[in-house]
């Protein structure tokens, strides 16, 4: 996060392929700019919002037509006091996972399982004292000459009493990759068998902002706690993350709420009703956001095949999210020698290594990969590809 305010705010412009910043996307700004407008004109709302603390759980007109457009619109069998406001996703996380996990009176430390890494780096540092996380390494299907995708190994995941909760990024963070339904109905009988919930992390949709690119049905029940965001619609400033599940659950982190905050913020809510209430929240993730993102990222994979020519670069599938996750195999140096040669060109991207949380056990895989956002500016992106491709040829040439 440092690198990349130092690269909006630093004096040397950088090429920006590292964060987790959306696209500004014209058509979807001056929604929100239209909706700011009608709500500073509309009677007291722009006071009402400002000036009164929402509820511990968050805005309750917001909750009502949230709880109503999923019903309708997704089948989910909520009610309003199913869903929670917190102050962005991160938070969502951060409480549930304390939660879920930790040190608890039956056992030594709980763990959340997360059943496939690589995995979104912001769980990494989650835990306050301890390692929150036990994880498993996927299983790799190449794909063609150019192409990867991981997949869940079920035969390898191992639950015991320790573990408090699985959790999984759809669409995944760093890589794309979006589990099936499949996938996802095995992770449910698997946490139901243990008695824990299945916690799905769709900051990327399904079913907003819908940044998903293959057709998928995402499923709620009692034992399912889905966590939505309205940052990657193009609203990260307003720190608004939704957390979607049994009433009990929704209650502690409405306790969490009320200790960390005694409220969460109004203004996401206050800004996006009534996109929720006439359900144009959706339209736009299905009619603008989606394919905006999918061009795009087909777009960035044509640059990337034709600056890697016939350097070993595989890209992770491409099913959704605004990552693109580039494997070097037996790249010579690590991720993070790659990553900090980027730098000193002025290229931010992630090292891959950071994307592991709880796997303990070496894996060189880890080091092989760096993840590029695809989601900023067009020009950075390409010039920034063509500086990535020379630095690996470099690398491979020793
Ligand atoms: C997979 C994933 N989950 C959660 C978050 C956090 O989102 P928020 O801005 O709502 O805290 C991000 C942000 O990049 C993410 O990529």
């Not at 979807?28 to 400002?50: I, K, N, S, W, Y």
């Not at 019903?71 to 996380?93: H, L, R, Y």
Request: net charge negative; hydrophobic share 40%.
């Amino acid at each position: 996060m440092e690198d990349i305010d130092t690269a909006l705010t630093g004096p040397n412009p950088m090429m920006l392929l590292g964060g987790g910043n959306p696209a500004k996307i014209p058509a979807v700004q001056q929604r929100f700019r239209d909706a700011m407008l009608a709500l500073l004109e509309d009677g007291q709302r722009f006071e009402q919002m400002t000036g009164n603390y929402d509820g511990a759980r968050g805005n309750s007109r917001f909750l009502r037509a949230l709880a109503k457009m999923l019903k309708d619109q997704c089948g989910w069998a909520i009610t309003p006091e199913n869903i929670a406001i917190t102050n962005g996703s991160q938070t969502s996380f951060y409480v549930l996972f304390h939660l879920f996990a930790g040190p608890s009176a039956d056992t030594s430390g709980r763990k959340i399982l997360l059943p496939m890494v690589p995995e979104y780096i912001g769980y990494t540092d989650v835990g306050i004292g301890e390692d929150l996380f036990r994880a498993q390494k996927p299983l790799i299907e190449t794909l063609g000459d150019h192409e990867f995708k991981y997949r869940i190994d079920f035969d390898a995941i191992k639950l015991s009493p320790e573990i408090g909760a699985i959790a999984i990024s759809r669409p995944g963070n760093p890589t794309g990759n979006v589990s099936s339904d499949d996938e996802i109905r095995r992770l449910r009988g698997l946490a139901k068998e243990s008695n824990v919930p299945l916690i799905l992390d769709c900051a990327y949709g399904d079913p907003f902002p819908g940044i998903v690119f293959p057709e998928i049905a995402t499923e709620w029940d009692k034992d399912t706690i889905i966590c939505l965001s309205l940052s990657k619609l193009g609203l990260p400033g307003v720190r608004t993350g939704i957390i979607i599940a049994d009433k009990e659950i929704i209650q502690a982190v409405s306790g969490a709420n009320a200790i960390m905050s005694l409220a969460p913020a109004s203004f996401g809510p206050s800004l996006v009703t009534h996109m929720v209430e006439d359900g144009s929240i959706l339209d736009m993730s299905r009619t603008v956001i989606r394919p905006y993102y999918e061009n795009k990222s087909a777009l960035a994979q044509d640059w990337i095949r034709e600056a890697m020519g016939s350097l070993p670069c595989r890209i992770h599938r491409s099913e959704g999210a605004i990552f693109l996750w580039l494997w070097f195999e037996a790249l010579p140096i690590t991720s993070e020698e790659l990553y900090q040669r980027l730098k000193t060109r002025g290229v931010l991207v992630v090292a891959g290594e950071h994307f592991f949380p709880g796997l303990n056990a070496p894996w060189v895989h880890r080091q092989e990969c760096i993840r590029v956002s695809y989601a900023l500016n067009p020009d950075h992106l390409q010039r920034g590809i063509k500086i990535i491709a020379e630095e690996v040829a470099r690398a491979y040439a020793g």
